[in-house]
DNA sequence: AGCGGAACGG
DNA sequence: CCGTTCCGCT
């Protein structure tokens, strides 16, 4: 049997996204690289059947509670062809885009993380420019 | 459960 | 760069 683990991508997208276009677009790249977790986890949000494992937490915009860690884990490692994912591991990926603005951690939730839409936008909108703590172009 | 340093690899 | 692996600390 085959390990499914080339390089598939593109869902379908024919359903009702309850999620802004822009969320899931296809990064902005020259060569294409590899799967991003924050897509990835957009990813299994955006599709019902996997509602059970992760899911938006009505109420606050972006904000997401991953019901089945062991299996969201599980999901991921088969993307990246990584068999010894685990929670630990994901969630320190997950960590280090609280740096990035990606993402941030909803203190007193279990298992709960929310999205900044603002940091989102702007690989798509690079125009918008919140430079924190990066070198001002001349522009 | 959650955090973040450190080494490492594609 | 973007994680992956490992781990000590809270």
Same mark, same amino acid.
């Given at each position: 049997?085959?390990?499914?683990? $080339? =390089?598939?991508?593109? +869902?379908?997208?024919?359903?009702?996204?309850?999620?802004?276009?822009?969320?899931?677009?296809?990064?902005?790249? +020259?060569? $294409?690289?590899?799967?991003?977790?924050?897509?990835?986890?957009?990813?299994?949000?955006? &599709?019902?059947?996997?509602?059970?494992?992760?899911?938006?937490?009505?109420?606050?915009?972006?904000?997401?509670? =991953?019901?089945?860690?062991?299996?969201?884990?599980?999901?991921?490692?088969?993307?990246?062809?990584?068999?010894?994912?685990?929670?630990? &591991? *994901?969630?320190?990926? *997950?960590?280090?885009?609280?740096?990035?603005?990606?993402?941030?951690?909803?203190?007193? &939730?279990?298992?709960?993380?929310?999205?900044?839409?603002?940091? *989102?936008?702007?690989?798509?909108?690079?125009?918008?420019?919140?430079?924190?703590?990066?070198?001002?172009?001349?522009?």
């Amino acid at each position: 049997m085959k390990t499914g683990c $080339s =390089i598939v991508e593109k +869902p379908e997208g024919g359903g009702g996204y309850h999620f802004p276009d822009w969320a899931y677009k296809t990064e902005s790249s +020259p060569g $294409s690289r590899q799967i991003q977790l924050w897509h990835f986890i957009l990813e299994l949000l955006q &599709k019902e059947e996997f509602r059970h494992v992760i899911a938006w937490q009505q109420g606050e915009y972006g904000e997401f509670v =991953i019901k089945d860690p062991d299996e969201v884990a599980r999901l991921w490692g088969r993307r990246k062809c990584k068999p010894q994912m685990n929670y630990d &591991k *994901l969630s320190r990926a *997950l960590r280090y885009y609280y740096n990035k603005r990606i993402l941030h951690k909803t203190k007193g &939730k279990r298992f709960t993380y929310k999205f900044n839409f603002n940091k *989102l936008v702007m690989p798509n909108y690079p125009f918008i420019n919140i430079r924190p703590n990066g070198k001002q172009e001349t522009n």
